[in-house]
């Protein structure tokens, strides 16, 4: 790994730990939105695949992905865009914690 991409991957888990610490909830809320064809914290049952309890490299890599149209979608790709990497970061955090 380059040492600027090792720096950026630092800065954004430091400023998504601020965010985090500003408010707690924060991962949570933003996670939500996921809810809608993921299913309640991830937890799909459905077509739809589960983010509950996947690998944080590989959702982290498949939210990158998705952002900078890297990744087949009909629809991430335009809401990965509406998220800051920071954002993202907590968000991935949130789900690949839960069952």
Known sequence: MKLH???GAALCALAATAAQ???PQLARNLAATCAN???TDGASTGAMP???GQSRTE???KMRDFKAGQRPATIM???AKGYSDEQIT???DYLSTRN
Do not use: D, E, K
């Open 50 to 52: 589960r983010l509950a």
């Open 5 to 7: 991409t090792m720096l």
């Open 90 to 92: 907590l968000i991935v």
């Open 77 to 79: 790709h335009q809401i």
């Open 37 to 39: 064809c993921h299913g």
């Open 21 to 23: 610490a500003q408010n």
């Open 59 to 61: 959702l982290l890599q």
